[in-house]
């Protein structure tokens, strides 16, 4: 299957609508920076790399026709455009490494023409996506060591090809250990309230020609009771310099899950994800959404009555002595984790 989620096309950012699918594979045309920050506040791009990538051209997007002639009005353009898109979604460290990355590029260039940090702006910009590509692919060669013949792994949310470039953390795992010859069983969790994993786990793993089998989240601890799962694979939106992760709503679930039947569980995420300078996972912000996501966004009809009160977070916590190992470009990260982290990420 050779799909781009994201990538700049026709002078504008070309994305895959993840908001269609599976019914439908939509590709959008975006040439301005309100539609970009709606599109990822929707989710129709999401994932933590991709926001990385779509931050990094969003930030060209929104420079690209600055008339700023020296540096100075330059930097107060670029600003303005790093601050609006850093207010879009404030869990995943990948949106704002992406904006920082491209930040930096203009600084060290600060002595050159306008013109020409536009271009070096557009180049770094095209460097994160190349880099994307080889970092997903080299999470998957180090993760899938861990994988035997006939594991059966279970995941949640979607952390693959649409949550990248074209490959994947948690699910590249997955796609390198079938290329080397295994042959493996997938559980993809559901993951409410969005059901990533219901609409783009399934449906990118199906067509990858991977065994995959949905389950609504509620049923992941009878198939560890019952023995079905080999490992859990989940993908990470940030992690603090002691390994805590904040993932989609439910990893927690599943990491405690894992603890108690004595299932490995591990974390595969580029080293693009790390925020060291956060200590723990309590510092880690957790995206609140907007209750109709719960009370019936993907229903015919309203699922509640009106006016329920809705707790709706995106993201979880989990906490690092419930991780195994974290599986990265790098390599892979065992405890103890503050040093190891600095050890392996450099
Ligand atoms: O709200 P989403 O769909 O952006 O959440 C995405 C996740 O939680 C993924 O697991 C995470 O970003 C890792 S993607 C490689």
Redesign the pocket.
Known sequence: MDIRTIEWKNKSIKIINQTKLPLKLEYLYIKDLKTLWRAIKE?KV????ALGAAAAWGVYLGIKDSKAKNFADFSKDLEKVAKYLASCRPT?RNLFWGIERMCSIAVRNQQEPVSLIKKLLFKEAQKIIEEDRQTSRRIGRYGAKLIKDKDTILTI???GIL??IDY???LGVIYKAKEEGKRLKVYACETRPLL?GARLTTWELKKKGIDVTLICDSMAATLMQQGKIGKVI????RIAANADTA??IGTYNLAVLSHYHKIPFYIAAPHSTFNLRIKTGKDIPIEERNSKEVTGLFFKRPITGRNIKVFNP??DITPQHLITAIITDKGIIRPPFIKNIVKILK
């Open positions: 989710l999401r994932g933590a790399p995943a949310c979607n952390a949550a990248t994947g953390t948690a990533q989940a993908g990470a939106d993932n989609k995106a993201f």
